[in-house]
């Protein structure tokens, strides 16, 4: 199989099963010195595909790099099959996987665009603005956005013990 077959196989496969998304958390980073507390927020892409085919999700894996995952089975009928993850951490990664599939997408050719913006985008100091505009954007795509006065958001915050503990915002 070509590359180019096996991309135009891929961008099909991730249309169906796969996802863009740009999370936003607030963090807590404790200082050393005088033990002040500094707060920031932190925007992370997404790059993501589930499916209970674990076999499909390691040639993924090893033709296009990520890494494979079970996911979490909790609360899920038994019934069902097992459901495998496979997700790319690497901004390198996901940018030459973005642009690979870019031309071969139909569905998330869009949501493409803009995880490509957030990648190149992420170099660069103070665009908390534009890195929040492009997760609003990737949200009305992906039909996640919430339409309420609040938005959700989650905080991680450092104890004394090194655990990270995530909670909802106040």
């Known amino acids: 199989m070509s590359y180019q077959t096996k991309l135009a196989y891929l ?3 991730f249309d169906g099963e796969g996802s863009f998304s740009i999370c ?3 963090s807590t980073l404790r200082t050393m010195a005088d033990g002040s507390k500094k707060k920031y927020v932190v925007y992370k892409l997404c790059v993501s595909c589930t499916n209970t ?3 499909v999700l390691d040639w993924m894996a090893s033709n296009f ?3 494979v995952y079970m996911s979490n089975q909790e609360n899920r009928n038994p019934k069902y099959q097992p459901r495998y ?6 901004n390198e990664e996901r940018e030459r996987f973005i642009l690979g599939v870019l031309p071969y997408l139909k569905v998330k050719a869009e949501q493409a665009k803009i995880a490509l913006e957030f990648i190149r985008l992420y170099k660069q ?8 505009e492009l997760r609003h954007k990737l949200q009305v795509l992906n039909h ?3 339409l309420r006065s609040e938005s959700v958001e989650t905080t991680r915050q450092a104890p004394e013990e090194g655990e990270d503990i995530v909670r909802s915002a106040q």
């Open 24 to 26: 936003r958390t607030r």
């Open 11 to 13: 961008a099909g496969f």
């Open 53 to 55: 085919n674990k076999e």
């Open 125 to 132: 100091e103070d665009v908390e603005e534009k890195r929040n």
């Open 65 to 67: 790099g990520g890494k």
């Open 144 to 146: 996640s956005y919430r």
């Open 85 to 90: 993850g496979w997700v790319i951490n690497n």
